[in-house]
C-alpha cells in the first residue's frame, strides 16, 4: 500500500492470498488478449448482428484489459483511475460484471470465435467467482457444522418426527 493512501477501518479484510490474486488478474488478461483477437476474427463474416457483436466481443476485451491489465492500455489517460476503483470492488463485482459481458455475443451470434473468446471471459469471471466465495472453512468447522446438521434433521428411524 502507498504511503499517502488511508486504510479504511470500515472495509472488510481481504484474506485472498497474493497468488490467487495475481492468478485471477493473469487469467483475466490473458481472457481480454484472446477476446480482442478472436473478436477481429469473427468481424470477417457476412451477418451484420455478427459483426456488430465481434466489435462487441473487441470492446469487452478492451476493457477487461484496461482493468486488469492497465500496462497494456498505457496509451489512455484514465487507465490508472478506471484500474484502481476496479481493484478496490469485491471479486464478486468483477465476477457478475465478466459473466454478464460474455453473455450477449454468444446469444446473439454463436460462432466458434464468440464463443471462444466470450468463453475465456466466462471462464475469468468464474475464477473472480470462486475468489469470491473465500477461503475454506478449517476441518474442525466443518465437523462442527455436520453434527449441527445431523442433530436437526430427522432420521430414517425416527418415524414420529415424519408426521401422521
Known amino acids: 500500500m502507498f504511503a499517502n493512501q488511508q ?11 497474493w497468488y490467487l490474486k495475481w492468478g485471477g488478474k493473469g487469467v483475466a488478461t490473458v481472457a481480454s488478449i484472446v477476446a480482442m483477437i478472436t473478436g477481429v476474427m469473427a468481424v470477417i463474416t457476412i451477418s451484420p448482428t455478427c459483426i456488430v457483436f465481434a ?11 484496461l482493468i486488469e491489465a492497465p500496462y497494456l492500455c ?8 478506471v484500474s484502481s476503483v476496479m481493484d478496490g470492488r469485491p471479486s464478486w463485482n468483477k465476477a457478475v460484471l465478466y459473466i454478464a459481458m460474455s453473455l450477449p455475443p454468444v446469444i446473439f451470434c454463436g460462432s466458434l470465435s464468440n464463443i471462444l473468446g466470450c468463453g475465456m471471459i466466462f471462464f475469468a469471471g468464474v475464477v473472480y467467482g470462486f475468489l469470491a466465495l473465500g477461503k475454506k472453512g478449517s476441518r474442525e468447522d466443518m465437523m462442527a457444522a455436520a453434527a449441527a446438521n445431523q442433530q436437526k434433521s430427522p432420521g430414517i428411524e425416527d418415524q414420529d418426527a415424519w408426521g401422521p
Not at 479504511?8 to 492470498?17: F, I, Q, Y
Request: hydrophobic share 50%; no cysteine; net charge negative.
Open 55 to 65: 466489435i462487441y466481443q473487441i470492446l469487452a476485451g478492451f476493457f477487461m484489459a
Open 7 to 17: 486504510q479504511d477501518p470500515a472495509a472488510p479484510k481481504d484474506d485472498t492470498p
Open 74 to 81: 498505457f496509451f489512455v489517460d484514465f487507465v490508472q483511475k
